[in-house]
Structure formats: C-alpha cells, structure tokens
C-alpha cells in the first residue's frame, strides 16, 4: 500500500466556543506504534471520537487505507479495519467474557433476524467458528479462566483485557488505544506495553495510542504526536519530543523541568 | 440421569415438558370435579395469547433496553387488521392472521424510528401516546371499524391442510391453536435471543457506545427489536379478535399496556421463560379478583394490585420469577453436587441472568 494507513489533515472541531481540536495533521503508517500525548482535556479523545466517528469535525478531513471515512457512520469504522477501546470501559457488562468477543465479531457474522429466529443452515457453524476465534483470543491474554465470567464481576484490569481482547478479535488493521494503562499499576504498565508491541507483531498491527503518561509512550511508541490546547505543538522521535521546550512548558508549564521526572 | 441426557437433552428439558403439559391441560381439566373446562381452557389460551404479547414486549425492554407503554396498540392493530379482512374482506384466517402481524411490524418499524431519538422516559411517554391514540383512531374511523361497539360475530378460525380443513370450534381447538402458535414464536425468539441478532440487542441495551463502536447499526437493530416486538403483538391480537369472536376498542386501553409490562417484570425482564410465566401468572390472578365478593364495591381493585405487584417485584425480586428459578436451580445443583458454591459463583449466576 502507498501512502499512511491513517491519515488526518486539518481537523477541527469546536463544541460551543471551545475550538477542542484545532488543525491537526497525524498520520499513522502501516506498522507503526504512534502515540497521541498531552496534557488533560488537549483534545486526545476527541480526535479519538472523530476517527470513530462519534464526533463530526467541523473542517479536515480523515482518510483511512486511501479512502475518505470522514462522513462514514460510526458502525461503520470496524468494517473498514479501525477497531478501538475507551478510556473507562465499554464493556457488555451484563455479558460474559466470552459474549463481549462475540460481539466483537459483530460484522464478520452474517445476521439477519430471520435467519437467526428459524436457525437457518450456517448459523450454528458461524456461531461455533466465533465461539473458537473468541476462545483463542481469550487464551491469547491468558482470560480462559475468566470466559464465563460475567465482565462486571471482573477487576478492572481484567476487563480492559477483555475490551482490548473485543478490539483484536475484529481483526483490526488500526488499533486505537484510549489510555490503556489508566488504573494499572507501574508493574502492569510494563506489561501492557510488552504486550502491545506482541499484539502488532503478531496481528500486523497499526496502533494509535492516547495517553498522558510520558515514560510508557516514551518505551512503546515509534512515532510520538503532542497535542496542547487542541493543537499539535511537537512530532517526532520519542527522544526528540522528550527534549522539545513547548512540550517540555506544556506539561509542566516551566521550561527547565526534566519531562522524565513526570 | 442429568449427565445422561447431557447438556443438549437438559437445554431441550423445558421443551419437552411444555409440550406435554400443553397436551396434557384439555384432559386433567376434564377429570378434575367442580370446574367448567371450557371456561378454564378459554382462560388459559387468553392467558397464552398474552404470553406471546410478553415475549415480544421481552424482547424490545428486556433485551434491547427500549420502553414501550404501547403494546396495547400494537394488539389492537392485529385484532383489527384480522377482524376487518376475515369480517369484510372474507380473507381465510390464516392469511388475516399473517397479515395483522405483517401490518403491526410495519407499524412497529414506524414506531420505531422517532424512538431512536428519544430514550428512558422519554420514549416510554411517546409509546404511552401511541397506545392511547390507536383505540381513539378506531373509534373516529367508526364507519369501517365498528366504532366504540366494535366488530362483531367474526368467522371461526380454520387452516387448510391439503385436503383438509382444520376448524377450530371449541375452546379446547383454541386452546391448541394459541399454545402451537405460541410455542412457535417461543422457540424463534429463544432463538433469535441466543444468538447473534440477541447479542447485539443485548450489546444496545448495555453500551450504545460499545454496540456502535463494534459495528451494530442502531438503526437497524432498534427499529428490528420494535418490529420484532410489535409483531408478536399483532399475531397475538389476530388470535384474540377469533378467540372472543368480537372486539371493541374498549378491550384494549392503557391499562392492558401495563398489564404486559407488568407480566414481564414479574416474570423477569430479559427472560423468554418469564415473559411466559408472568402472562399466566397474571390472567389467572385477574381472573381470581374478580371473583372476589369485594371487587363489588370495588371494582378497580385489579389496578392496585398490579401496582402492589410492580412496587414488590422491583423492590424484591428485581430479576422476577426467572430469577426466583434461577437461584432455586443453583441452590438444587449444588446440593447434588455436594459441594458448596462460593459466594462469588452465585453472584455471578446472579448477574448473569440480564443476559437472557
């Protein structure tokens, strides 16, 4: 493929007066781990809510695999190949592990109300082909144990598993992570990055990560995008953006403060 | 033995021990002294054609997390529409009943549509208007409804088997005809309920965002839940218009709206067996009332009793008569099983049963 798998030019939104995304350019290429920084409230999940289209920019446009998603349907996403998670967990609370990554195959299945009622010939095979791809998935991140389990009755660690877990199982070419290591301790951030970088090695993913804390995108992230205020003020090299002073006043507000210490 | 059947046979269990209650009921009302059979049988299948209200109505609250106070409504359409095309149109009953479930899912879809923008509250006053307004629309409509004395004197229900010609004449044949009809539609919403179309009912009911973010078009499935629902409705009004031989507007009033609600909530929401549990449960109580010697003097009583009902449904028994089962059945198990359940595992059969 020629070109950046994901690739948004100008975007902006306001909600009222506040301009909460404001010109953004951000790419991200087939592969790659990039990660979407700033401070609270720079606009990070909104630019997540615009890609999943939740939100509708009001200029610039989002162009996904070369095609342009930015008046496409927010069901529509995860068809295309853009699956993602959320900051506070959107699971199927009342289902189980299991179901959660049933519906995660929502769109690979084919349907159909009547084909359901009467159990037309197939059902059951794509319930059982799901059933198995789901069963692989949970093994994968080590939830076997867990795939009956009612989600709500799980921890919160163990359900952002499962809602990445619900991501994957769509087989995603973009993966879009919402503070992934928010309520994980420093042990399991360490973990979730390892585990990130398997993921995309072994599904051929592209990831685009929102998050605040500096040294796990600094350890995970190829490419690094920062955004303050709904602008992007830095792009680069983790290393480069680490030493950049806007980046540097951006979260700490005073130049001469090392970001590592954050 | 339960090992023997394995899981399948215990999955098909309350199947097989419908079916044989369903043939079973005509003959034990015959032996037992004392009582009228046909009445009985008469009640049960009013009783059965309200199970399938239920079921449906189960599926579009339970399920989907979408309120209607309007089912009413959607009965009153099938009734009318079965009655006016075997009455005036002289159309056989099987295709009057086909079509009043045709022309209350169409409705449904309708209903559905303005629903997608309202939600809770608000949705529940829109539905409470649409079930206020169809018997008004009949009455209004008088010179090819019958009016506010209705229809009346309609023909018996038959369905033409080849050769033959079933005929249904007495209220035993009825009895049949609305429990077939009903075991039916139970096992195509088990069905639909269990499997991919239920999980993304479900998936609406529990996160918008999560159903959306996964590929549901609410659209698609809002609006198939209310047609869905509203189907089941209109079949089973299209039962009951040849049930009773006649209707009138007057047979379907908000207060028949809250009955079903009432029927699934007692019977547990989310449950296909509640929904059928709560529809006898409740025809046979309000049928007990009225036998009362103080239902004279009083003659709402029903109504502040299926309020007392609600009030200690929710208060104590939020997952209802499924959920009594439930935990009966897990209480069972582990004593069979001989080893106590952790406090965890009955919380977690306790959730689970949202789901279905």
Request: glycine share 12%; hydrophobic share 50%; with cysteine.
């Amino acid at each position: 493929m020629t070109g950046p798998l994901l690739e948004i030019t100008d975007l902006t939104i306001r909600f009222g007066g506040l301009v909460a995304v404001d010109g953004l350019d951000l790419r991200v290429n087939a592969g790659e781990i990039v990660g979407l920084i700033g401070p609270n409230g720079a606009g990070k999940t909104t630019v997540f809510n615009c890609i999943s289209r939740f939100y509708q920019p009001d200029r610039g446009t989002i162009r996904f695999k070369g095609r342009d998603i930015t008046s496409s349907r927010s069901h529509e996403i995860i068809r295309f190949g853009i699956a993602r998670t959320f900051q506070n967990v959107e699971l199927c609370r009342s289902m189980t592990a299991l179901e959660n990554l049933l519906v995660g195959q929502h769109v690979a299945m084919r349907g159909g109300v009547i084909r359901d009622g009467l159990r037309l010939p197939g059902v059951g095979a794509d319930e059982a082909r799901a059933t198995q791809r789901a069963d692989e998935m949970l093994e994968l991140l080590g939830l076997t144990r867990d795939r009956d389990r009612v989600v709500s009755t799980l921890p919160f660690g163990l359900q952002k598993l499962v809602e990445l877990g619900r991501a994957l199982v769509s087989d995603p070419a973009l993966l879009l992570l919402d503070e992934p290591t928010a309520g994980a301790d420093k042990q399991e951030i360490q973990g979730l990055a390892d585990l990130i970088r398997r993921m995309r090695d072994r599904f051929d993913l592209s990831v685009l990560v929102v998050e605040h804390d500096m040294s796990f995108v600094m350890g995970l992230c190829d490419r690094l995008s920062v955004l303050d205020f709904g602008r992007r003020i830095a792009e680069g090299a983790p290393a480069d953006v680490r030493n950049d002073p806007a980046v540097i006043e951006a979260y700490l507000g005073e130049p001469e403060v090392e970001v590592t210490e954050v | 033995m339960a090992r023997w059947l394995g899981t399948r046979g215990r999955a098909a269990a309350p199947y097989g021990l419908g079916l044989i209650a369903v043939l079973l009921i005509p003959a034990l009302l015959n032996v037992i002294p004392g009582i009228a059979p046909g009445y009985v049988l008469y009640l049960v299948s009013l009783a059965l054609i309200y199970a399938i209200v239920a079921i449906g109505l189960g599926i579009l609250i339970g399920h989907t997390g979408q309120f209607s106070l309007g089912h009413a409504g959607f009965f009153a359409i099938g009734a009318y529409a079965s009655a006016l095309l075997t009455l005036r149109l002289g159309l056989p009953f099987v295709v009057a009943l086909l079509v009043a479930g045709s022309v209350s899912a169409a409705i449904g879809f309708l209903l559905g549509l303005p629903a997608l923008r309202l939600s809770g509250p608000y949705l529940a006053v829109a539905t409470l208007g649409f079930g206020l307004a169809v018997p008004q629309l009949v009455i209004w409509q008088g010179s090819w409804t019958g009016g506010a004395s209705g229809l009346h004197g309609l023909p018996l229900a038959s369905l033409p088997l080849g050769a033959f010609t079933i005929v249904f004449r007495t209220d035993q044949d009825y009895y049949y005809l609305a429990a077939a009809v009903l075991i039916v539609l139970t096992i195509f919403a088990r069905n639909v309920v269990t499997g991919h179309t239920g999980r993304a009912f479900v998936a609406i009911r529990d996160s918008e965002i999560a159903a959306r973010a996964m590929g549901v078009d609410l659209v698609r499935y809002k609006t198939t839940a209310f047609a869905l629902s509203a189907l089941y409705a209109g079949i089973a009004g299209s039962l009951y218009a040849h049930l009773l031989h006649g209707i009138s507007p007057e047979d379907f009033t908000v207060l028949l709206s809250i009955d079903f609600l009432t029927m699934i909530v007692l019977g547990g929401l989310g449950s296909v067996g509640g929904a059928l549990s709560g529809a006898l449960l409740l025809t046979f109580l309000q049928n007990a009332l009225t036998r009362l010697p103080v239902v004279h003097d009083f003659k709402n009583l029903y109504i502040v009793v299926l309020g007392v009902i609600l009030i200690l449904t929710i208060a104590f028994f939020p997952q209802g008569l499924a959920g009594i089962a439930r935990s009966a059945r897990l209480r069972w198990a582990t004593r069979t099983v001989d080893r106590p359940a952790g406090a965890g595992q009955i919380v977690e059969l306790g959730e689970r049963s949202g789901v279905r």
